[in-house]
């Protein structure tokens, strides 16, 4: 079966760091991905990780273990902008990348 | 920055009818993808489209559902008597293709929120 999780919601201080985690099991594997989506538009692509390892990009980070079917995405530096659902996916084989429910992030003042 | 487009943006159909959901892809991408999303549910893969043809689709893409890429711009995703569950935002995606720098980022259209009555 084709299995992600991440929690649905978390909330966060603006200028805080926050560090949302999925975890996936999936009958194949070619790389992860991490998508922001505000509410009533497209997801938008984030990071991308196939090798284990932090990739850093400005204030988000996202880190993959292969042998644990693990991610994080780290944001820094929280901004009210940055409220909005974050996608966790990966690209199981040749041409299917399935998403998981996605964790709605709360930035207050 | 070239995007991917899509129309009609809302459509409302009866149960029953046919809808055709419009989509122009980036000009020089190759695979082609359709997802829909039931509101506030996760983005579920339908679909994907490479050389002229289906190359995996899911349980949810039955015999109702069809895609066509008529031309060399538009790739189209035919639902042919809609129901009630029909009803999401249903997103078109491509994507570059599979070169050693891509990543397989897919570029999503801005969605066609289908409402069925």
């Known amino acids: 079966g084709q299995n992600i999780d991440q929690p649905t919601e978390m909330t966060a201080t603006e200028g805080a760091i926050v560090q949302i985690n999925c975890t996936y099991q999936?009958?194949?594997?070619?790389?992860l991905f991490w998508y922001q989506q505000h509410a009533g538009e497209a997801p938008t692509f984030l990071s991308y990780n196939v090798l284990d390892g932090l990739e850093e990009k400005g204030r988000f980070s996202s880190f993959l273990s292969r042998s644990k079917g693990y991610s994080y995405l780290l944001l820094k530096e929280l901004q009210m902008k940055d409220s909005a659902s974050y996608l966790c996916?990966?690209?199981?084989?040749?041409?299917?990348?399935?998403f998981g429910a996605g964790t709605r992030l709360f930035v207050k003042a | 920055e070239p995007e991917v487009t899509q129309t009609p943006s809302h459509q409302v159909t009866q149960m029953g009818q046919e809808v055709i959901l419009r989509c122009v892809p980036i000009s020089n991408h190759l695979y082609f993808y359709w997802y829909r999303q039931i509101l506030g549910q996760k983005v579920e893969f339908l679909v994907s489209f490479y050389n002229n043809e289906i190359s995996e689709k899911s349980e949810i893409f039955d015999d109702q559902f069809s895609v066509e890429r008529p031309d060399g711009s538009n790739f189209t995703l035919k639902i042919r008597s809609t129901k009630l569950e029909d009803s999401a935002m249903y997103f078109c995606a491509s994507e570059t293709g599979r070169y050693i720098a891509n990543t397989g980022e897919l570029f999503f259209g801005e969605g066609s929120r289908l409402t069925v009555l």
């Open positions: 996916a990966v690209l199981t084989g040749g041409f299917k990348t399935i």
């Open positions: 999936t009958s194949g594997f070619n790389g």
